[in-house]
């Protein structure tokens, strides 16, 4: 009857411990929920601009000839040899094979100019 007891008193204490435990780890989560002000703070934080998205959306300006190739007309740069889109085609019309200065925002990904200006040189 003993060994009984001492055994149930060894189980009790286990899982007093245990279930102490858990509820301070419930307390510790609750702690950690998005409703707290740090996190939420944290969360209303707009995340800074990358260059990248900077880049993209500031004017440059272009120097080369307007050529016609594949069907539409294009922005050839024979000093850095790079051959730019231009989403325009009426604007770039007027200066087919002319060398001009081309006004625009550039999309990396596809070598577009979005052109907002075109200027004999």
Partial sequence: MKKT?????????????????CLLGQAASAQ???NSPSTAAAQEQPAPPQ??????TEAK???GK????GGKLVLTDSASKT???L?????AQTF???MVKVTGVLDGASDVIRVSAIEPV
């Fill in 87 to 91: 989403d325009d085609q009426q604007k």
């Fill in 51 to 56: 260059a990248d998205q900077n880049a993209a």
């Fill in 61 to 63: 300006t272009f120097t």
């Fill in 66 to 69: 307007i050529v016609k190739s």
């Fill in 32 to 34: 950690q929920t998005p």
């Fill in 5 to 21: 007891q001492v055994a149930l008193l060894s189980i009790l204490q286990v899982f007093a411990i245990t279930f102490g435990l």
């Fill in 96 to 98: 087919v094979n002319k």
């Fill in 83 to 85: 051959i730019y889109q």
